[in-house]
């Protein structure tokens, strides 16, 4: 198995994610928490379903922040982190730590971006006229 060690550029990403797992397991756990302290209580339905609904919602995006991190942590690992998915560059730094889930570089977002904008526009040309 190749071992790499790991890139000293990525060390301030690298614990910020792993300050950010931590904190949001705890939240996640405390919130938890929570939701077993109430279910005994005596709580309108339709609060009670509302709150349900919020927690749901709240740990569907917990989760997939944390299969962020934990991939981009992996990355980080096997030394793949911090490469454009798209041209293969490295990723700016600045860019890394303000963003440290993203996978292409400014140029290739920005074309990505143009691109986007191009297919909405096509798609709503396409829309047949009333
Ligand atoms: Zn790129």
């Known amino acids: 198995?190749?071992?790499?060690?790991?890139?000293?550029?990525?060390?301030?990403?690298?614990?910020?994610?792993?300050?950010?797992?931590?904190?949001?397991?705890?939240?996640?756990?405390?919130?938890?928490?929570?939701?077993?302290?109430?279910?005994g209580d005596l709580i309108d339905i339709a609060t009670d379903s509302l709150e349900h609904e919020l927690n749901y919602i709240f740990e569907e995006r917990e989760r997939e922040k944390l299969q962020n991190i934990d991939e981009a942590l992996r990355r980080i690992q096997d030394g793949s982190y911090g490469e454009c998915d798209e041209c293969g560059d490295d990723i700016e730094l600045e860019r890394l730590m303000a963003l440290p889930f993203t996978r292409v570089c400014l140029d290739c977002k920005a074309k990505q971006e143009r691109q986007k904008k191009l297919k909405l526009y096509a798609e709503h040309e396409d829309e047949p006229s009333l």
């Not at 990525?10 to 397991?25: A, D, S, T, Y």
């Open 1 to 39: 198995m190749r071992k790499r060690i790991m890139d000293e550029r990525f060390e301030k990403v690298n614990k910020m994610l792993l300050e950010q797992r931590k904190e949001l397991i705890q939240k996640i756990r405390s919130k938890k928490g929570d939701q077993e302290l109430q279910s």
